[in-house]
């Protein structure tokens, strides 16, 4: 079994397709892109396991919270190791850690141990995100030298559509287990958590049987690598001396503050849409419409980590983040300006603005490999990944303690939001001078330069 | 096996493989557009 888990194990025979690997990336990213479903489940938790509580609400965020923390923190601390043992073994712990996860919990909603849900989908799960996240990115961009903004936005995005597959699903197991509506059980709560469990260990299995390393020296047909400058990645860096270079720490301050911004929104879509137009025909209707907001969001969310990744490829990273941030900041300036004035330009604001938060996060890899070449990208990527972890506390904070302070002060409708969105305008202007002042990484900090030699390839 | 057989093998393998992500990711975009329209209705 564990020669089966092992890098050598994994290294792709000749003739193996390299376009096998998104495909094996997206079955680990789809399933652990849950993650971002999981506010189902909280009122289905609330009326059951914490019927009474008054913390309830607080009580049903922290499984969440806590997997986002573990995410960052098991990415960072296990990144070398992901890198150093491959992605097969990266991807058999991680679909071990999420689906225990999802077992955890179901044992916990049977036997009213609350607890058991936290630490199950909270601390085990969140270890398989965070293992997860990174083991295809590295693979990825071995195989795609040439276009590794098209592969790590194919994987990520796999991420942000996760949701979109789990919150219908999840929705249809609790109706059909008794986990919501009138008679809500815990045991049908538990019974979608074992499912869903089963489900996501089949689908994730196709990930690590597919995953493939490239041999030695693979290179695509007809490609040459760029001769010219560090930022072509021809220099390799390490994950313990990449955390010493100030590029590392302005791009944790870029993806820092960038998913802080679309998290200013995504927080809380529903309510913003609420408050900026009120006026609909019915309650129902609003909050059908509020829906509605929710689904575009989380469609730009997807869609931008693919798009504005592989267009990255043509203008190059930097440019790419100088967009994102600059004219995030702009929109949100828009948003501020004009209220409720226009319907439209406060959707195609928001669209953007969600569609850029997605893309900081795909982009990401590809600029770690321009910086710090291939050697050692899927650790350093784990690394970077604690500003997400920053950003999930950081984002939700500002504005549900803004927009709560707001309320208290009686504020109604857009200017409920105005002083989230300016603090959202000057922490993406602050990204844009992080990202200005990356530079390429000094001399010092690379590793002996590697002397590969291509060998035959299919594409 | 022979070449072509490798090929048309991987061919195979490289369909399921997209048939396995795609078609859980259309069933979850069917789900998400089918919400949209309620945003231009009130």
Redesign the interface.
Known sequence: MAAFLSRDATIASPGWSRWLIPPAALSIHLAIGQAYAWSVFKTPLAATMLAGNPNSGVLTALPFQLAIIMLGLSAALFGTRVDANGPRWAMVVATACFVAGFLISALGCYTGQYWLVVLGYGFVGGIGLGVGYISPVSTLIKWFPDRPGLSTGIAIMGFGGGALIASPLTSQLLAAFGGTGKGATAAGVGQTFLVLGLIYAVFMSAGWLLIRVPADGWRPAGWTPPTEGVLAGRFDVSARNAIRTPQFWLLWVVLCFNVTAGIGILERAAPIYADFFPNAASPAALAAAAAGFVAMLSLANALGRILWSTTSDLVGRKNMYRFYLGVGALLYLVLTLIGNGSKVLFLICAILILSFYGAGFATAPAYLRDLFGTYQVGAIHGRLLTAWSVAGVLGPLIVNAIADAQIAAKVAGPARYTPSFIIMIVLLALGFVANELIKPVADRFHEERATSTPTGATA | MT?QD??AS?MI??VI??L??LI??G???Y???I????????
Do not use: D, H, N
């Open positions: 070449t490798k090929q991987t393998i490289g493989a997209w396995w992500v859980p990711f069933y979850g975009l789900e998400l557009v919400k949209i329209p309620a945003l231009f209705g009130s």
